[in-house]
């Protein structure tokens, strides 16, 4: 299983924009194989990535994820090959559909027909990244458009995918899934055999499915699924995120975040392993002093055995 780091989340050491990239040279140091970042009230995604991308050499970077409603499928399709040939080829785009409390009451825009849209929205995109040109009519995208790029590099796709709807169009359509907050059992049970029935019924290679999740190395257990509830307890009012955590019969973020000792953390990372889960993407979080360092140091040193 490749392991990733979660950059951007607002639990960096240093979030200005040096400060990302230095810290993203890091993780290239120390062997991650990839360095992941959102997009919602922060810095840009696909901005800040492309800076990394020149700035860096072998690690994959990724956005999970960028919400797709606020940019046109031709304008994602262009900043994301722009970002991929930042990179050298080594980008990889993760999209969503935000929630709809974003997309109605923050940016004005209708949230109708998520599941449709984003059907369409990638049989735009998919076809620009992969031929550089498209001809697509569909009910709500109508795109006629051939990109004339010096330099071009081929960019998987990755879908945030929860229901079921979403996980048929992210198997048939797009390269896999990228998950925040979704438990082993919902993973085990849900995500995986959702995504992967899909992708074999189109047709396509197994898809990746990367696990976005809060892990931190600690002997006390308590505190830390208490540090990880207070710093996450946004997400118990999130609808989609909600619905995850009820699937896990959790309580809170805490209650599906990787925590625990040096043997405990190696069990549940093989764990997920095992159950599907192709890449980690680890967030780390100071539940107290010292725990960003701690852990990041503790998942290097698996990485280097």
């Known amino acids: 299983m490749r392991m990733g780091i979660m950059t951007g989340s607002g639990f960096d050491p240093d979030p200005t924009m040096s400060g990302l990239i230095k810290e993203a040279q890091r993780y290239e140091q120390l062997g991650f194989d990839s360095v ?34 606020p940019r046109h499928p031709m304008a994602m399709a262009q900043q994301a090959l722009t970002a991929a040939a930042a990179s050298q080829g080594r980008f990889t785009l993760g999209v969503g559909l935000s929630h709809k409390y974003v997309i109605e009451q923050e940016m004005g825009l209708t949230y109708s027909k998520p599941a449709d849209n984003m059907r369409e929205y990638l049989q735009v995109v998919m076809p620009l990244l992969q031929q550089g040109t498209v001809a697509y009519s569909g009910d709500i995208f109508n795109v006629n458009a051939t990109f004339y790029m010096p330099e071009t ?16 169009v992210a198997g048939t359509y797009a390269d896999g899934t990228t998950l925040w907050l979704t438990g082993p059992k919902t993973i085990e049970q849900h995500i995986v055999p959702g995504i992967m029935a899909a992708a074999k019924a189109a047709a396509k290679p197994a ?12 002997n006390d257990i308590a505190s830390a699924r208490d540090g990880v509830n207070e710093k996450l307890a946004m997400y118990n009012d ?7 955590l009820d699937r896990e019969n959790a309580n809170g973020p805490g209650d599906v975040a990787l925590l625990g000792d040096e043997q405990s953390l190696r069990q549940q990372i093989q764990h997920l392993q095992d159950i599907g889960v192709t890449d980690l993407n680890a967030v780390l979080i100071d539940t107290d002093s010292g725990a960003y360092e701690r852990t990041l140091n503790f998942l290097a040193s698996e990485l280097n055995q």
Do not use: N, Q
Not at 36 to 65: K, P, Q
Not at 207 to 218: E, I, N, Q, S
Not at 238 to 244: L, T, V
């Open 207 to 218: 898809p990746r499915v990367v696990a976005g999740m809060p892990v931190v190395l600690t």
């Open 238 to 244: 999130i609808p989609s995120y909600r619905a995850m």
């Open 153 to 168: 590099h081929k960019v998987p796709v990755l879908v945030a995918a929860l229901g079921p709807k979403m996980l048929e």
């Open 36 to 69: 992941w970042m959102a997009t919602i009230y922060g810095f840009d995604g696909l901005t800040v990535l492309s800076a990394i991308g020149a700035a860096t050499s072998r690690i994959e970077l990724g956005t999970a994820v960028v919400a797709s409603h």
